[in-house]
C-alpha cells in the first residue's frame, strides 16, 4: 500500500519532469524546489487550521502560477541558446528557493501528525490518510491523461515535444504552451509535495531525494514517455519499501541507484523506451 | 554608463584609445602568461594586503582569509569541472562524487593505516580517476550527452552518497574526522598536510589552482584541446572526420576527476570533520558548477573570476543582512543575472564593453558586433 503510494507520488514529480524535458529539452534542477514548496504550502494550510488536505489543490495552482512566472520571464529568453543555459536558470532558481524556504521554516524536519486513524480494506489496515491521498494522485493521474490526450492544448503540447518546429508550422503557438508546460510540471511536483507530507515527515532538503529518483524513474520508463514513467514510479516506489524492509538503514537508495546504473548498460532506452507512442 | 554619451565626446574618444591598445596588447602571444603570471602574483600578495588599511578602510574589512581560502578552493574545483564540461561540453553535474572521494581517500588512509595525506591525496585521485571511467565508460559508449548525461552523472554522485552514509566502516552518516598529525608520524607542517594556521593553508590552495589552471592552459592550447571544442560544437561532425570521441571524452573525464580529488583533498584537510552529505551532497555539485557558470563556461579565466565574484558579493552581502542561507541566495541571483544579462559569463564582459565604445567612438569591428544584446540598447 505504501509502496503503491509512494510510487504514485515518484511518478506524478517525474511526469512533471518528463513533460517538461520533452517539450523544453531542459532538466529542470528546480523540480526539487517546487516539491520542497508544496510541502509547505500544506504545513501552512495546516498552520491556519484548515485541513491539509485543501492545501493539495493550493499547492497545484500556487506552483502553476509559479511555474509560469518562472518560464516566461527567465526560461522563454533561452529558448533558442544552448540547453545548458536552461539548466543553469533551474539550478539558479533551485537554490533560490531552497534557501528561502531554509530561511523562512527553518532546516528542522517537520510531521502534519494527520491521525485519521485506519480502515479495514480486504483484510488489511490501511492508513486513512494515505488511502486519501492515494485516490487523490489516482484522479491527478487520471486528470493529467485527460489533458494531455484528449482537449485541445494536450494535444498541441504533445505535438510540441514531438518536433517544435512542426508543431510552430501548424499553427501551434509554442511559446504559449511552453508556458503552460512548465505550469502543469512545476504544479504536478507541488500536488507530489503536497502528497509526501501524508507519508513522512519534511525538511527543506527532501525534494532533492524525489528529484533524484524521479530521474531514475523517467530514465526507467523511457524519457517522454507518461505510462512509461507510471509504471517506472510503480517499480521504484515498491524497490522502496521493499528495499527498505529487507534492507538495513537506507541502502534501498543505493539499491535503486543500482537498478538505474543496471538499466543504462542493459536497456539504455528505458523499459517502455522506443515501443511507447507518445 | 559614461560612455554613451555620444561621439563628439572626448572621453569617449580616450576610452576608445585605451580599449584599442589594450586589445592590441591582448593579442600579442604573450598576453596570456603574463596574464596569468600577473593574476597568480597577485592572488599570493593577497593575504598580506588584507592588513593594509588606508583611511580606515582596508580590503580585511570585506575579505577574511577563510572567504579567500574557500574562493580559490572552489576556483580549484570548477576549473578542474570546466576541462570536460566547458571546453568538451559534456555537462556535469555529478562531480561532487569526484570530490568525496578525494575527501575521503586520505582522510580514511591517514586514518587507518597512517598513509601521508600527500600519497592520500593522489590515491583519492585514481580511485575518482577509476570512477570516472566507470561513469564515461557506461555513458560515453552508449552515446548518452546533454540532458542524460547530466542526469547520469547526478545518479552516480547520489549513488556514492548513500553508499558512504550506510557503509559504517567509513562513519556512516556522521563521517570522518580528521587524525591529528602524529596519527601518521609527522607534526604539523606541509610534510603533514596540516597547519596550526590559516596563511599556510592559503598558499597550498593556491598552488593546487595554479597547477589546475596551469593544466587547463595547456590543454586549450594543444591538439587534445582543438578536439574537445570540436566535440563540444558538433560531435558528430567530430566523429565524422575522424576525432575518436569517446576515447577523448574518457580522458578530458578522468583529467576532470583526478583534480576535482585535489579540492576535496584539500577539504578534508582543512576542515576538522566530513561528512557524507557535505562532500557528496547535490549542493556540492552546484558549488563545483557555480563560479564556472558565472565566470564563463569554457574559459580559463572564468572560474577563477566566478569564485572571487561569487565570495565577495557574499561577503559584501553579509554584512548588510547576515544570516546563513545568504551564501545560497547569493549565488542563485548571481547566476540567473548572468545566465540572463550576459550568457558568455563575466569574462565576456570586457569584450562587450569595448564593442560599446567601438560604437561610441564610430569605429566598427565586426568580430564584436556578434553580441544579441546590443540590439536593445539602440
Redesign the interface.
Known amino acids: 500500500m505504501l509502496g503503491v503510494l509512494l510510487g504514485a507520488i515518484y511518478a506524478i514529480v517525474s511526469v512533471g519532469l518528463t513533460i517538461i524535458f520533452g517539450v523544453m529539452d531542459v532538466v529542470n534542477i528546480a523540480h526539487s524546489a517546487f516539491v520542497a514548496l508544496g510541502m509547505y504550502t500544506v504545513w501552512m494550510v495546516a498552520q491556519r487550521g484548515l485541513s491539509p488536505f485543501l492545501g493539495v489543490p493550493v499547492a497545484g495552482v500556487l506552483l502553476f502560477v509559479l511555474g509560469v512566472a518562472i518560464q516566461r520571464s527567465a526560461i522563454a529568453p533561452l529558448v533558442e541558446e544552448r540547453q545548458s543555459s536552461r539548466l543553469l536558470v533551474t539550478i539558479a532558481f533551485s537554490i533560490v528557493i531552497v534557501a528561502a524556504i531554509e530561511a523562512t521554516f527553518g532546516p528542522t524536519p517537520r510531521n502534519l501528525d494527520l491521525d485519521l486513524g485506519s480502515i479495514e480494506l480486504g483484510g488489511v489496515y490501511v492508513i486513512r490518510s494515505q488511502l486519501y491521498a492515494l485516490v487523490v494522485a489516482a484522479v491527478t493521474f487520471a486528470a493529467v491523461w485527460v489533458f494531455l490526450h484528449r482537449t485541445h492544448t494536450g494535444r498541441a503540447i504533445r505535438g510540441t515535444a514531438d518536433n517544435r518546429t512542426s508543431a510552430a508550422y501548424a499553427g501551434i503557438d509554442v511559446e504559449r504552451i511552453d508556458a503552460i508546460t512548465f505550469g502543469l510540471g512545476a504544479g504536478l511536483a507541488g500536488l507530489a509535495g503536497a502528497l509526501v507530507t501524508f507519508v513522512q515527515p519534511f525538511d527543506p532538503y527532501l525534494g532533492n531525494t524525489y528529484l533524484t529518483i524521479a530521474f531514475v524513474v523517467v530514465v526507467l520508463g523511457g524519457l517522454g514517455s507518461i505510462p512509461g514513467t507510471v509504471v517506472g514510479g510503480l517499480v521504484v516506489g515498491l524497490l522502496h519499501v521493499f528495499g527498505s524492509y529487507f534492507l538495513p538503514g537506507t541502502y534501498y537508495k543505493v539499491l535503486i541507484l543500482v537498478v538505474f546504473v543496471a538499466l543504462l548498460v542493459f536497456r539504455p532506452t528505458g523499459l517502455f523506451g522506443g515501443s511507447v507512442d507518445e | 554608463m559614461s560612455d554613451r554619451e555620444g561621439p563628439s565626446n572626448r572621453v569617449g574618444r580616450l576610452l576608445g584609445a585605451v580599449v584599442a591598445s589594450l586589445r592590441t596588447a591582448g593579442e600579442r602571444w604573450y598576453a596570456t602568461p603574463v596574464l596569468t603570471v600577473g593574476a597568480f602574483a597577485l592572488l599570493a600578495v593577497l593575504p598580506q594586503a588584507l592588513d593594509v588599511r588606508v583611511f580606515g578602510v582596508g580590503l580585511g574589512s570585506i575579505l577574511s582569509l577563510q572567504a579567500l581560502i574557500l574562493a580559490l578552493l572552489w576556483a580549484t574545483a570548477a576549473q578542474s569541472w570546466n576541462l570536460v564540461s566547458g571546453f568538451a561540453g559534456q555537462?556535469s553535474?555529478g562531480h561532487a562524487a569526484f570530490f568525496g572521494l578525494g575527501a575521503y581517500t586520505p582522510l580514511v588512509l591517514a586514518r587507518e593505516f597512517g598513509v601521508s595525506p600527500w600519497l592520500g591525496m593522489l590515491a583519492g585521485s585514481a580511485v575518482a580517476v577509476a570512477y570516472a571511467c566507470c561513469l564515461g565508460g557506461?555513458?560515453f559508449r552508449?552515446d548518452?550527452r546533454?540532458?542524460?548525461f547530466?542526469?547520469?552523472t547526478?545518479?552516480?554522485a547520489?549513488?556514492l552518497l548513500?553508499?558512504f552514509?550506510?557503509v559504517d566502516a567509513v562513519g556512516?552518516a556522521s563521517g570522518v574526522v580528521k587524525p591529528l598529525p602524529d596519527a601518521y608520524g609527522t607534526a604539523f607542517g606541509l610534510v603533514a598536510f596540516q597547519f596550526r594556521e590559516r596563511l599556510p593553508y592559503y598558499y597550498v590552495v593556491l598552488a593546487f589552482l595554479a597547477v589546475v589552471t596551469l593544466v587547463a592552459l595547456l590543454v586549450q592550447r594543444s591538439q587534445t584541446g582543438l578536439y574537445l571544442r570540436a566535440i563540444r560544437d558538433d560531435e558528430d561532425a567530430a566523429r565524422a572526420v575522424g576525432i575518436p570521441t569517446v576515447r577523448y571524452k574518457l580522458f578530458a573525464l578522468a583529467l576532470s576527476a583526478f583534480f576535482t580529488a585535489w579540492a576535496g583533498a584539500f577539504w578534508a584537510m582543512y576542515f576538522p570533520s566530513i561528512r557524507p552529505r557535505v562532500v557528496f551532497?547535490?549542493l556540492v555539485n552546484?558549488d563545483i558548477?557555480l563560479p564556472a557558470?558565472i565566470g564563463g563556461?569554457g574559459t580559463v579565466a572564468g572560474p577563477i573570476v566566478g569564485a572571487f565574484t561569487l565570495e565577495i558579493v557574499s561577503e559584501l552581502g553579509r554584512q548588510a543582512v547576515d544570516?546563513?542561507?545568504?551564501q545560497?541566495?547569493v549565488?542563485?541571483?548571481v547566476?540567473?543575472l548572468v545566465?540572463?544579462k550576459s550568457?558568455g559569463g563575466l569574462v565576456s564582459l570586457p569584450g562587450k564593453v569595448a564593442a560599446l565604445v567601438d560604437r561610441v567612438t564610430g569605429e566598427t569591428r565586426s568580430v564584436w558586433d556578434r553580441d544579441p544584446s546590443r540590439t536593445e540598447d539602440d
Open positions: 555537462f553535474l557506461l555513458t552508449y548518452i546533454g540532458s542524460y547530466v542526469l547520469v547526478l545518479a552516480f547520489e549513488l548513500y553508499l552514509v550506510n556512516g551532497g547535490v552546484i558548477v557558470a563556461i544570516f546563513p542561507e545568504l545560497d541566495i549565488g542563485g541571483v547566476l540567473l545566465v540572463l550568457p
